[in-house]
């Protein structure tokens, strides 16, 4: 099945967040986790229903699910989405070390 994906504004905040950490760091490597943040975002629009159940599916209704990826150090990242009907919607992007979200902070699952 191919999917439409929405990135939630909460999940674009968390994405340019994460980008002028790295940047300011490293510009490369912003530039490198920016185009790997986008190929995530590729993979969803056919194999979303395969990606597994997050942690935090646990706290809310639809399933929350994830899709996992790294930059070139190993550095892992996850999105945060759900599936309704042919439309992904990506609720969050989490970085290395982030704790688990909250059942409150997982409100736009809805």
């Known amino acids: 099945m191919t999917y439409t994906v ?4 909460e999940a674009e905040q968390d994405a340019h967040r994460i980008y002028r950490w790295i940047a300011e760091r490293s ?4 530039d490198r986790w920016y185009e ?3 190929a995530a975002l590729r ?3 056919s194999e979303a229903e395969v990606c597994a159940l997050a ?6 209704e639809p399933e929350i699910r994830e899709i996992l990826f790294k930059t070139q150090k190993g550095l892992r990242y996850r999105l945060l989405f759900s599936i309704e ?3 992904v919607r990506v609720l ?8 688990l979200l909250g059942p409150g902070e997982l ?3 809805h």
């Open 55 to 60: 942690p935090e599916n646990e706290y809310v």
């Open 6 to 9: 929405v990135i939630l504004p």
């Open 36 to 38: 790997r943040f986008l």
């Open 85 to 87: 009907g042919r439309t």
């Open 92 to 99: 969050h992007v989490r970085g290395p070390g982030q704790e």
């Open 107 to 109: 409100h736009d699952a």
């Open 43 to 45: 993979r969803l629009v």
């Open 27 to 30: 510009p490369r490597g912003a």
